[in-house]
Structure formats: C-alpha cells, structure tokens
C-alpha cells in the first residue's frame, strides 16, 4: 500500500505541475501544449523599408525637379518682362524726341478702331 500511494501522489503532483504550466502559460514539453511563435522580422520588413526609402527617394528628385522648373519659369518670365520694359523705354525715348510720331500713331490706331466699328 506505501507503494501504491506513493506512485498516486507522483502522479497528482505531475498533474498539478501541468494544470501550472497551463495556467500560467508556461508550456513544457511533457504537457503537450503546442505554442505558435510569430516572428515578424526579415526579408518582409527589409523589403517594406527598402520600398519607403524608394518612394521617399522619389518625392525628393520630384521635389527638386519642380522646384527647378518654378524658378526656370521665374526666369523665362521676368527676362519676358525686362524686353517688354526695354522696348517701352526706347519707344519712350523715340516719342521724347519726335513727339509728332507719337500722335500720328494714336491717330491711325483711333482710325483704324472706328473703321473696324464702321464694318
């Protein structure tokens, strides 16, 4: 009989140390509990991160670019106005010395509007 209750109480105690493990979430290999490990590291991640230094990458060139095209336009634009202002100062300049022209030119313009009003 010692025997027997010995061999029970081995056998509550590795019961109790499995109802343990289950419980606390601790699982050994004797219990028979299987555990799923996610590892959500390598070649998913590299490949993600590669892909956001990419884009970021691009919308840097495409940044610069634009930026680059805005002030090429600024220039094209400002030199556009610095000839209209010159052609303006030498006609100025013409119309100071002969201010006779000057009206002749309004004249004909006047003329030509009221002929065009006249059709």
């Known amino acids: 009989m010692d025997a027997l209750s010995k061999k029970l109480e081995g056998q509550m105690m590795q019961l109790d140390e499995r109802l343990k493990a289950m419980d606390t979430g601790r699982a050994t290999a004797q219990s028979g509990v299987s555990t799923i490990t996610v590892n959500a590291g390598g070649v998913g991640v590299w490949i993600c991160a590669t892909l956001c230094g990419m884009m970021l990458v691009g919308g840097m060139i495409g940044a610069i670019w634009m930026s680059r095209e805005f002030n090429r336009y600024d220039v094209a634009l400002s030199e556009r106005k610095a000839e209209a202002d010159r052609a303006q100062t030498y006609l100025s300049s013409i119309y100071g010395r ?22």
């Not at 009206?103 to 065009?116: C, F, G, I, M, T």
């Open 98 to 119: 002969m201010p006779q022209w000057m009206r002749e030119e309004v004249e004909r313009e006047a003329s030509s509007k009221l002929k065009e009003k006249d059709k």
